[in-house]
């Protein structure tokens, strides 16, 4: 077989007791664990280590957590500015500087084009390298995998430049003229910052995500949360259903610059053009608008103080010394809400679609899935014996998709793999991964 170099030697066996498919934050963390438990396994990543980090964010990316929040099992962050949060080309060293610490034995561009139960038990993968089985496999492929385009998109005439935000690097990148930014997400709201601070003219059509603050008395807000358990509830003990959880926007704010607050209305009032959503394209350039603008922008603001509440309930129950705040007040309100744009009698040239990404498991023909298609698990477990999920968001707690939890998932996870192991091997040493012949 041609494949790509390895981090650790791999022979050419079939099978192995534990096939981990994804080379990412998540497998790179399970590979951590198994390695704890001196369970033999293969990491197979469809592309490269950190690849998504390096190919899917814009030039002035940077994390929204801080820097502290960067905690990969065995590996916490070492750098010299904890408070900091890191540019992308600093997140794919650090991802590239943990496969290089856990030494995982990884094989890279080797897509699994079908995972399946195997005839005589376990699972078998076909891949472009390959066939492969395995007595367990772990998918760590996060649930971000196909870009969102909104069928509405391709009503607008070629004349006008579409982008998914996972393809948008900068404003020099564009071409000259208005660009139009549809959702705000935090890719949204950070790339029409973008491309506002590079002095171009932005339209924004503003959605549904909440917002939170980014210091608030005398902290990040992070750190106060973090302080405060947020972060520990898990899914089941949190009071928003589930579902709510694992499809909810992520709050708006940035890391830029050394992190700071991203306010819509404050951008209104430095001339950036605000809308509800998209309801409709009419004649190709012409834009219809729900009327929502307002409702949308209470909403996020409503999410900010309710976080600031909470902050503010926690220091005073724990009789916590911490500056006092102004009580936060609108500085723009719409004077009517703009209910349609036509795009040929202005400048804008370009449009970013800023609406997000959906999974694609079509290649796991496994029953681990509900009737809407979501992957059923119970912190990553599923139904079926063997079959695991690992760094989707929410899988267990706020963190289980980000750099901050998705460890600690991967310990309970292989955790639950050698108990398998073990019980089996009580049984029969084919468990160990010598039943299943190639």
């Not at 036509?342 to 694609?360: E, L």
Request: net charge negative.
């Amino acid at each position: 077989m041609t494949r790509q170099t390895p981090f650790a030697p791999v022979n050419d066996q079939i099978h192995w007791p534990v096939i981990v498919i994804g080379g990412g934050q998540a497998g790179l963390s399970a590979s951590y664990w198994l390695q704890q438990h001196s369970i033999r396994h293969l990491v197979l990543e469809k592309h490269s280590v950190g690849h998504a980090w390096r190919n899917n964010r814009w030039d002035s990316f940077c994390l929204v957590t801080p820097n502290w929040q960067c905690r990969l099992p065995g590996f916490p962050y070492d750098g010299n500015d904890p408070n900091g949060f890191m540019p992308r080309d600093a997140i794919v060293d650090y991802i590239e500087r943990y496969a290089a610490f856990v030494k995982p034995p990884l094989l890279q561009g080797v897509t699994v084009e079908t995972l399946q139960q195997h005839d005589s038990g376990g699972y078998e993968l076909v891949t472009t390298e390959g066939r492969f089985t395995a007595d367990q496999v772990v998918m760590a492929v996060n649930g971000y995998h196909v870009p969102n385009w909104p069928r509405l998109s391709e009503r607008l005439p070629t004349s006008i430049g579409q982008l998914h935000s996972s393809d948008y690097k900068s404003p020099e990148t564009l071409p000259a003229g208005e660009v139009l930014v549809i959702g705000t997400g935090q890719s949204g709201c950070q790339i029409a910052e973008d491309l506002h601070l590079a002095g171009r003219r932005v339209h924004l059509c503003v959605g549904r995500a909440p917002r939170a603050p980014r210091w608030y008395r005398g902290r990040d807000s992070v750190d106060w949360l973090e302080r405060m358990g947020t972060y520990d509830v898990s899914v089941e003990e949190h009071p928003e259903p589930a579902w709510d959880l694992r499809h909810k926007a992520n709050h708006y704010m940035t890391g830029r610059d050394g992190g700071r607050e991203i306010d819509l209305r404050r951008f209104a009032l430095e001339g950036m053009q605000l809308y509800g959503r998209v309801a409709d394209i009419r004649n190709g350039t012409h834009l219809i608008f729900g009327q929502d603008l307002r409702q949308n922008l209470d909403a996020a603001d409503d999410t900010y103080c309710r976080i600031r509440e909470s902050i503010d309930r926690y220091i005073e129950k724990n009789n916590i010394q911490a500056p006092l705040e102004p009580e936060y007040r609108p500085v723009w309100e719409p004077e009517r809400e703009p209910a349609e744009l036509d795009i040929a009698d202005t400048g804008i040239t370009s449009v970013i679609w800023a609406t997000g990404f959906h999974s694609d498991f079509s290649w796991v023909q496994l029953p681990v899935f509900d009737g809407a298609g979501e992957p059923v698990h119970q912190r990553g477990v599923t139904p079926t014996p063997g079959a695991y999920f690992l760094g989707l968001p929410w899988l267990h707690t706020w963190g289980s998709g980000r750099f901050a939890s998705v460890g600690e998932d991967a310990r309970h996870i292989v955790e639950v793999i050698a108990s398998r192991l073990e019980n089996a091997s009580q049984v029969s040493p084919s468990a160990q991964g010598e039943a299943i012949q190639a």
